[in-house]
Structures are given as C-alpha cells and as structure tokens.
C-alpha cells in the first residue's frame, strides 16, 4: 500500500487542522492506520491509531482529547482531525499502515507502510 498525507500547515496555538492520508491499493480497509510525528531532534513518535474497521481507537497522553484518528475505507483515507493546537505539536506528522499491528501499537519499527509526511507548525 502506498500513503499520502496532507493538510499540514501554518496555525496558532488554540487553532485546529486536520490532517489526511491517502492510500492506495485495494486492501486498505485490512490494514491498521496510525500517525506518527517527529519535531526537530527528536525522535519520532506514536500520535494515534485506528483499527481496521475503525471500531478501536488509541492515542498518546499528549495528544489524548484534543486529537481524532478517523478512517474511510470506502474513500481509502484515514484523518487526524487535531484541535487546541499547542507549540510543542509543531512537528512532521507521518500516517503509516500495517496489516498485523494492533492499535495500541506505538513502536514505529512494527509499521511496514509509511507516508512521505506533512509539516505542521504551531505558533505561539
């Protein structure tokens, strides 16, 4: 399967964006979807996930009631909707798919699939 995330941007803190991936192939609704995000020297890190069929969702403490993982299989994209925007969100945000992960899987490393990534900045 092939990624493709969007809708990344410039925002106030407070502010809202919602993010996309698109994916492609066939077999997109059996794959676990999650995003991912790495701010500059850091390592990147596990935002939140979504089970195949989108009945489980999981999400980091940091993000957690700010941040909605969404999923349409039928137009083969998952969505990151993130409101209360702060600046330590300020990162590039990566979807990425897996077809044997759960979703409280946050170790990169068990992803097989990975977008390109999209910039989002937080201004103070």
């Known amino acids: 399967v092939q990624l493709q995330a969007s809708g990344g941007g410039l925002v106030q803190a407070g502010g809202s964006l919602r993010l996309s991936c698109a994916a492609s192939g066939r077999t997109f609704s059996s794959y676990a979807m999650a995003w991912f995000r790495q701010a500059p020297g850091k390592e990147r890190e596990f935002v939140a996930a979504i089970s195949w069929r989108g009945g489980s969702t999981y999400y980091a403490d940091s993000v957690k009631g700010r941040f909605t993982i969404s999923r349409d299989n039928a137009k083969n994209t998952v969505y990151l909707q993130m409101n209360s925007l702060k600046p330590e969100d300020t990162a590039v945000y990566y979807c990425?798919?897996?077809?044997?992960?759960?979703?409280?899987?946050?170790?990169?490393?068990?992803?097989?699939?990975w977008g390109q990534g999209t910039l989002v900045t937080v201004s103070s």
């Open positions: 990425a798919a897996d077809r044997i992960v759960v979703v409280t899987t946050t170790d990169p490393d068990e992803y097989d699939y």
